[in-house]
T-cell receptor, first 113, second 119 residues
Framework: AQSVTQLDSHVSVSEGTPVLLRCNYS??????LFWYVQHPNKGLQLLLK??????LVKGINGFEAEFKKSETSFHLTKPSAHMSDAAEYFC???????????FGTGTRLLVSP | GAVVSQHPSRVICKSGTSVKIECRSL??????MFWYRQFPKQSLMLMAT?????????EQGVEKDKFLINHASLTLSTLTVTSAHPEDSSFYIC???????????????FGPGTRLTVL
């Protein structure tokens, strides 16, 4: 079975400072991993995805994530936060060949001026 | 590319009425579409998986007679909330897999969601 744990329900940063959103996964097989962002009352937008290619994945809006199999982690980072980054972020795991996505509980990113 | 739309974006209805939500893949064909429900400040909960031309597969605890899903074409799936009650009020989000992406490619493209309020 697959599962994903987002270690922080809320993360607060100041504009211009680095962002780190933590995610650990559990999977019996080689996982596919995704980060999605959701702004209030909006659908989900894909930030980036890992599908067994390069372990350092670059996404949109300056976000990137590193797949670390030994640590079963897929943390999301950004060097410098922007006010527009304030949103809910979901780490998602799936397994190659299986259709279902398993969502983490989400991390709300708060960005202060 | 890979755009999924939902209609309506918001709907308010009276208790006891039925509401239909449409999910369309605009620029690709989707053999599989998914329906999720999201409560305020919570994660997404998968309700059902619908495959074109066949019956939907519902997750445990989801009433299939309450939430009717139809996937009549490769670009359209509908969710009908029958005899809606206030506890059905929620944010409903659909997603779709690209038919051409291959059997093992599991990325899903999400719609913008529909806010249902039952009075």
């Amino acid at each position: 079975a697959q599962s994903v744990t987002q270690l922080d329900s809320h993360v607060s940063v100041s504009e211009g400072t680095p962002v780190l959103l933590r995610c650990n996964y559990s999977s019996s097989y080689s996982p596919s991993l995704f980060w999605y962002v959701q702004h209030p009352n909006k659908g989900l937008q894909l930030l980036l995805k890992y599908t067994s290619a390069a372990t350092l994945v670059k996404g949109i809006n300056g976000f990137e994530a590193e797949f670390k199999k030994s640590e079963t982690s897929f943390h999301l980072t950004k060097p410098s936060a922007h006010m527009s980054d304030a949103a809910e972020y979901f780490c998602v795991v799936s397994v190659w060949g299986f259709q279902k996505l398993v969502f983490g509980t989400g991390t709300r990113l708060l960005v202060s001026p | 590319g890979a755009v999924v739309s939902q209609h309506p974006s918001r709907v308010i209805c009276k208790s006891g009425t039925s509401v239909k939500i449409e999910c369309r893949s605009l620029d690709f064909q989707a053999t599989t579409m998914f329906w999720y429900r999201q409560f305020p400040k919570q994660s997404l909960m998968l309700m059902a998986t619908s495959n074109e031309g066949s019956k939907a597969t519902y997750e445990q605890g989801v009433e299939k007679d309450k939430f009717l899903i139809n996937h009549a074409s490769l670009t359209l799936s509908t969710l009908t909330v029958t005899s809606a009650h206030p506890e059905d009020s929620s944010f409903y989000i659909c997603s779709a897999r690209d038919r051409q992406a291959g059997e093992f490619y599991n990325e899903q493209f999400f719609g913008p969601g529909t806010r249902l309020t039952v009075l």
